[in-house]
C-alpha cells in the first residue's frame, strides 16, 4: 500500500480547521483502507487507462476489482464520474495548449 499524503484532499477539512492534526495524524499506525478510498484509487486507475491507451470507462461498466481487500464495481455513477474528470482533463490541456 502507498503512504498517505499528509495533506490529503480527503482530510483537508480537518488539516485546514486544526493544523495540529497533521502532526498528530502522523503518529498513528496505518490503518486499512475504507472502501470509500478503494473505490476512488480504482476510479483514478481507470481514468489513467483511459487517459493513456483512448479506451472509454464504459469499458469497465459492471466489472469488479479487489482494490486493498475490497471488491469494487464499477457502476454507473462510477462511470459518470470517470467521464467527467476525462472531459475536465482535456478541457483544460486544450487551454494549457492555446496559451502555448
Same mark, same amino acid.
Given at each position: 500500500?502507498?503512504?498517505?499524503?499528509?495533506?490529503?484532499?480527503?482530510?483537508?477539512?480537518?488539516?485546514?480547521?486544526? $493544523?495540529?492534526?497533521?502532526?498528530?495524524?502522523? !503518529?498513528?499506525? %496505518? @490503518?486499512?483502507?475504507?472502501?470509500?478510498? =478503494? /473505490?476512488?484509487?480504482?476510479?483514478?486507475?481507470?481514468?489513467?487507462?483511459?487517459?493513456?491507451?483512448?479506451?472509454? $470507462?464504459?469499458?469497465?461498466?459492471?466489472?469488479? !476489482?479487489?482494490? %486493498? @481487500?475490497?471488491?469494487?464495481?464499477?457502476? =454507473? /455513477?462510477?462511470?459518470?464520474?470517470?467521464?467527467?474528470?476525462?472531459?475536465?482533463?482535456?478541457?483544460?490541456?486544450?487551454?494549457?495548449?492555446?496559451?502555448?
Amino acid at each position: 500500500m502507498s503512504v498517505h499524503a499528509r495533506l490529503s484532499a480527503s482530510a483537508a477539512e480537518r488539516w485546514m480547521n486544526c $493544523p495540529g492534526s497533521v502532526n498528530l495524524a502522523a !503518529t498513528l499506525p %496505518e @490503518g486499512a483502507t475504507t472502501f470509500a478510498a =478503494a /473505490e476512488g484509487t480504482h476510479a483514478h486507475a481507470i481514468a489513467a487507462q483511459c487517459l493513456k491507451d483512448g479506451i472509454t $470507462p464504459d469499458a469497465w461498466l459492471d466489472t469488479t !476489482t479487489v482494490v %486493498e @481487500g475490497h471488491d469494487i464495481v464499477c457502476d =454507473a /455513477e462510477m462511470v459518470e464520474g470517470i467521464v467527467l474528470y476525462l472531459e475536465t482533463v482535456v478541457k483544460l490541456k486544450l487551454e494549457s495548449s492555446k496559451g502555448s
